[in-house]
């Protein structure tokens, strides 16, 4: 199945959160674009950050971001 649209900003969004510290967030100002807000929005519904404009990434939060982080790693890797 390949990625759809929201797939891809929401991975992109994840990409954003730092993997080295617990204690940095991100908020999403109401101005950014429409689908950077919306995508910060599916990833709070789906428990994946603490609040609706970003904050911090919870535990399956982390999963899911450092699972995006390898997976770019490994499209990136050059031969």
């Known amino acids: ?3 759809n649209d929201n797939i891809q900003e929401e991975i992109n969004m994840l990409i954003r959160f730092s993997q080295t ?3 940095q967030g991100l908020k999403v100002r109401n101005d950014a674009s429409p689908e950077l807000v919306t995508a910060t929005r599916r990833l709070f519904d789906k428990d994946l950050i603490t609040q609706m404009d970003g904050g ?4 399956l939060g ?3 971001a450092d ?3 390898a997976l770019l790693n ?6």
Request: glycine share 0%; net charge neutral.
């Open 1 to 3: 199945m390949p990625y």
């Open 21 to 23: 510290s617990d204690h």
């Open 56 to 59: 911090y990434l919870t535990p």
């Open 62 to 64: 982390h999963e899911a």
């Open 67 to 69: 699972q995006a982080h």
């Open 74 to 79: 490994i499209l990136n890797a050059k031969k």
